[in-house]
């Protein structure tokens, strides 16, 4: 028999955004803020501070500090003289596995630059600042070379995490993992089935024989989010996976994500995207069309 190699299917809901390097003077500080996504912290010369509740964490250079979605914080100059350099950028993944192992191994303290885990996430923001500072290259080229350094880096990190599992002090037991990955898993089984009734919270945590208010508290300390914020995230995934297919009608696409009608859908989508879903159909049939250039075929 001839080998076949079958290709798994990618849906990619990567998100990079607030991303800068930035050298600020003594005595410099940071407002209170929270984030749905995680932050990244990478010192380059000079000590910052993070206050986060009532703990103060202070690193230096070679220093990473990845803070976990939801988390409020502080950040200031730990010097009142001396100016600081830092590289920092807020991210979003579709992996939950790999979301809730940065939270339970890593997040919220200080990674030391003699970690390889500090290495690589240094090396990562270091390649994506020189591309993004680059003249030579497009805008489009430098997202795509951004993407692959970020997905190298997070490739990196999923092997490397499972070695300090029993190493940190785990943020949840593997009963709450257990507990937040089943009620994803309904979440997602019913967006999928389009399926309305199982995305109400009360009932899937009744199916689990758990309390909503335990699923809750649960599934936002495994995987930073609430089930509500993950349940946006899911219809807006599949809302824009749907868009781009040109058989389906805004009507039934409203439908399909468990909207009540096609004016609701049409508002939360714009809430979403900051574009109503026509517009957003507009613009992936752009950049679908296929111009000509040099007598070959090329994708705007």
Known sequence: MEKFVSIPAIESSLHIFGGHMRTVPGGWSFFEQKHQAFELMCMVEGHQTTTIGNTEITYGPGDALFISPGTLH???????????????????????????EIISIIANDVVHANNEIAQIAIKAAKAIIVISDSNDISLVEKKLLIQIEFLKFLHSLLLILPKYKNQSHAKYSEREAQVARSIAMSIE???????PEGLNFGLICKSHNISSGYGHRVFKKVYGITPLHFIEEQKYRKAKLLLGTPEYSIEQISYMIGAPDQSSFSKQFKKWSGLTPSKYQQQINHKRKVSSLKESGYFE
């Open 74 to 100: 502080t950040n200031y100059n730990t010097s009142k003289s001396e100016k600081m350099t830092y590289i920092c950028f807020h991210f979003n993944i579709e992996s939950l596995q790999l979301k809730s």
């Open 189 to 195: 089984t019913a967006i999928e089935n389009t399926n």
